[in-house]
């Protein structure tokens, strides 16, 4: 059974820096991608960053310059720099692994940017 667990969220500043961490129960070189997704109260839950097959990195347009997606694969973990956060980042973080068809979520993380 494979599980993903996030950590590092909590409360922070406008302009302040926060790192979210999602660990995985077995090698991240097992999945075709990873990624970070966040969702606020009635709206869809969107991707933030993510790894794609062929070493893609993506990233969606309003996190762009102020978040930085990473791993460490000997550690099954990946990573979420937040910088310069804004009000607007505050959400749920999901941190997400897929292959083969198959979807895993972490229990998500509450950031919130206030000040």
């Known amino acids: 059974q494979v599980q993903v667990v996030e950590s590092g969220g909590g409360l922070v500043q406008p302009g302040g820096s926060l790192r979210l961490s999602c660990t995985a129960s077995?090698?991240?070189?097992?999945?075709?991608?990873m990624g970070w997704y966040r969702q606020v109260p009635g709206k869809q839950r969107e991707l933030v960053a993510g790894?794609?097959?062929?070493?893609?990195?993506n990233y969606a347009g309003s996190v762009k310059g102020r978040f930085t997606i990473s791993r460490d694969n000997a550690r099954n973990t990946m990573y979420l720099q937040m910088t310069s956060l804004k009000p607007e980042d505050t959400a749920v973080y999901y941190c997400?692994?897929?292959?083969?068809?198959?979807?895993?979520w972490g229990q998500g993380t509450q950031v919130t940017v206030s000040s």
């Open positions: 997400n692994a897929y292959r083969g068809g198959t979807n895993w």
């Open positions: 790894f794609a097959s062929g070493g893609i990195i």
């Open positions: 077995e090698s991240i070189f097992n999945f075709v991608a």
